[in-house]
């Protein structure tokens, strides 16, 4: 089984640099890539064809020459590596207005010299980040049509270690340096800035990812399963959950290669698209476990950005934008607990108005507490398996009251407990009740409100939730511990 090499890593020894130095005496003729294909050989670095990677070890051993950890023979020429330069490509004419009309749509490998220099004008001029470097197994695609050049793309290795990735993927670090190979990381995407054209950039990336594994495999001798990328703070992502990526977290904000902490990069959110129904097991994870034999530690995918997804994605509404609104609603509310809707909302109209749509649900429909709180529930439920004990505390509750309507003129409350582990670790368990009454009323305007309603005196609000064990004080529940409701 072919396992990715680490070479600047292997090379960091003080053992392994005195093999280089052996080899140089040795070989005093050699010039320095001639050095690191003799380095390959003597130790093993080969990628999965069999091929020697050469480039990689005299990347890895003109670092090290700049620390003063090994010396290479003189350098031919005196200027270094060659960094292409910014090519002028010619802007795109006649794009339509929705990708559905381009004509000619095409991902093109840049393989040939021309095609490379179109490939780094385009990054070089138009991206953010530039050209590079890519590091590991790379792979520059060009998206052509007969408008013209569209954009790029550039793959490369994956990160050697991700957080939010290694945890959401569940491996260990043996196991992760057997099968992160099979990661491919997402390095650059560009859609030049002067195209204008809907779903352009999330047909392009659906295109890309379907030819990945075949591109891959041709190039490095490996097809990867998974891939990876990251986005900062300027972009939104929503071409990438168009094209079914994952929100998974945000990284550190170190970078590949900050060796201090010093967490200068800035953070960034982490993506990640499965390129094969079997991705778990040829990462070497197994099976998706079952949510019963997945704990959870208690700040498990609650970082900003992804908790409300996590939480409250996938409820079985009947319907998958009642639980897209439902997710957008939580992370609205969360993000400005105790605000009214509309300073939340910023003055968007329509994100309150579907937020007071979602509320006013029919009662015989799926939108129950039972099935909004359900993902949170089993979150919670594998939080609390993960500690030896648990202990329920309640202490209040906040009522989110919705305009008054002759169908309904409650509101949805979250009624929350915290829960104290051995670690001092704190958890929220999620109690659906309905608020009737003074709360819900909305004045002249009609505005939504915020009302806090005390522990003493919350019981008189509650109309009994369907759980009886969630609306019995005190009462424990069978092999689940101890909620108790105010007194």
């Known amino acids: 089984m072919y396992v990715q090499h680490l070479i600047k890593r292997s090379l960091g020894t003080v053992e392994a640099q005195a093999r280089v130095e052996a080899l140089r005496r040795a070989h005093p003729d050699l010039h320095r890539t001639g050095l690191a294909g003799a380095v390959c050989e003597e130790f093993g670095f080969h990628d999965a064809r069999g091929v020697a990677q050469t480039s990689g070890c005299l990347s890895a051993l003109r670092a090290l020459e700049r620390v003063g950890s090994v010396r290479l023979p003189a350098a031919r020429t005196a200027g270094g590596s060659c960094v292409r330069g910014g090519l002028a490509v010619a802007p795109a004419a006649g794009v339509p ?174 993506y990640v698209c499965p390129l094969a129904a079997d991705w778990r097991q040829r ?115 906040l009522a989110v009251a919705v305009p008054k309507t002759r169908f309904s003129p409650a509101s949805l409350v979250m009624v929350m407990s915290i829960s104290t582990v051995p670690s001092s670790s704190l958890m929220s368990v999620t109690v659906p009740v309905i608020v009737w009454g003074a709360s819900a009323s909305t004045g002249a305007r009609n505005t939504v409100s915020m009302a806090m309603i005390s522990a003493s005196g919350a019981q008189r609000w509650i109309i009994a939730p369907r759980n009886p064990w969630l609306r019995t004080p005190g009462t424990m529940a069978p092999g689940r511990p101890s909620l108790r409701a105010p007194s």
């Open 97 to 270: 207005d929705a990708a559905g009309q381009v004509r000619g749509l095409r991902i093109v490998l840049a393989e040939d010299a021309a095609e490379r220099d179109v490939w780094h004008g385009l990054m070089a001029g138009e991206h953010a980040r530039g050209a590079g470097p890519l590091v590991g197994c790379q792979l520059r695609c060009l998206v052509a049509s007969e408008h013209g050049w569209l954009g790029a793309a550039g793959f490369a290795s994956a990160a050697l270690q991700l957080a939010a990735r290694d945890r959401w993927i569940g491996w260990d670090a043996a196991g992760r340096r057997a099968h992160l190979h099979r990661v491919a990381g997402l390095s650059r995407f560009l859609i030049r800035p002067g195209v204008e054209c809907r779903n352009l950039a999330s047909r392009v990336l659906g295109r890309l990812l379907r030819r990945l594994p075949a591109d891959f495999e041709a190039r490095c001798g490996y097809a990867p399963c998974l891939v990876e990328t990251f986005v900062d703070g300027t972009h939104s992502g929503t071409s990438l959950r168009a094209a079914n990526w994952r929100l998974l977290g945000e990284t550190a904000g170190r970078g590949r290669q900050d060796r201090g902490n010093a967490a200068a990069a800035g953070r960034k959110r982490v």
């Open 283 to 397: 990462l070497g994870v197994g099976a998706e476990p079952s949510p019963a034999a997945a704990p959870l530690a208690p700040w498990d995918g609650l970082e900003a950005g992804v908790w409300a997804a996590n939480e409250f994605g996938g409820a079985p509404l009947g319907d998958a934008r009642l639980s897209a609104r439902l997710v957008r609603v939580a992370a609205l509310r969360g993000a400005a607990p105790t605000a009214s809707l509309p300073a939340a909302a910023k003055g968007d109209r329509a994100l309150v108005k579907g937020h007071c749509r979602f509320a006013d649900r029919p009662d015989d429909g799926a939108a129950t507490p039972e099935n909004i709180l359900r993902p949170h529930r089993e979150r919670t439920l594998r939080r609390m398996r993960a500690q030896p004990r648990v202990q329920g505390a309640y202490f209040g509750s």
